[in-house]
């Protein structure tokens, strides 16, 4: 079954088996994933901000609520590889697609700390960006992070996004606490030149 929906939205949003670039290929995520990404997720650091752990041996939860998900249709999340070392580094997700509204947001993007800085993050925007944008011809991308998330809020501005505010008491996260939020976004008038920009942040590479 989980497989089987995994297959439904990626075909819906005309996902290939992979999205594939210079340093990265994202491939939609699937059990075989497991074993590989729980070694990527095992760092404390990365789940500093995020709404629960997936370090140690509460991975298994995070993977199997990523699972009900895709079964919700809410999420398409991504196993992020290298394509020079050939291992998985993180993991990133479409979530909740409008085709009504040609709307859909990006988020829980997460990578193993020795991939902070390069390449890694930038190239995953820019397949995600570009295949919503050319392929699904959307006219909205967002992006939704957590207040007190400076390192993420600092990845997104880089991208070009728009800080369009905060939302209050937004989402309750680890340990109980209410988290404010900050709402970014993308539109596809936006996206020719910030494209660019991230094609020439790559090419001169990490940063």
């Known amino acids: 079954m989980f497989d089987e929906r995994q297959s439904e939205i990626a075909a819906a949003l005309r996902i290939p088996s992979r999205l594939v670039g210079r340093y990265i290929c994202l491939e939609p995520l699937k059990d075989r994933h497991r074993e590989e990404l729980r070694i990527a997720a095992d760092d404390e650091r990365i789940w ?11 991975f298994d939860d995070w993977f199997e609520e990523i699972k009900r998900q895709i ?30 509204h040609q709307r859909i947001e990006i988020g829980s993007t997460w990578y193993a700390p020795q991939w902070w800085g390069s ?8 397949l995600l960006l570009a295949h919503a944008f050319e392929i699904l011809k959307l006219n909205r991308v967002s992006f939704c992070t957590d207040v007190l998330n400076a390192r993420s809020q600092a990845a997104i ?22 988290r404010d939020s900050v709402l970014y976004s993308i539109i596809s008038s936006d996206w020719p030149r910030l494209k660019k920009g991230i094609e020439k942040r790559l090419a001169k590479g990490p940063a």
């Open 48 to 58: 500093q901000h995020t709404i629960g752990a997936a370090h140690g041996n509460r």
């Open 71 to 100: 079964t919700s249709g809410r999420q398409l999340p991504f196993a992020v590889r290298s394509v020079q070392s050939g291992k998985l580094v993180g993991s990133t997700s479409y979530f909740d697609p409008n085709p009504r």
């Open 119 to 126: 390449q890694v993050n930038p190239e995953c925007k820019l």
């Open 157 to 178: 501005e880089k991208l070009g996004a728009s800080r369009e505010g905060i939302m209050r008491c937004h989402m309750v996260v680890q340990g109980g606490r209410v």
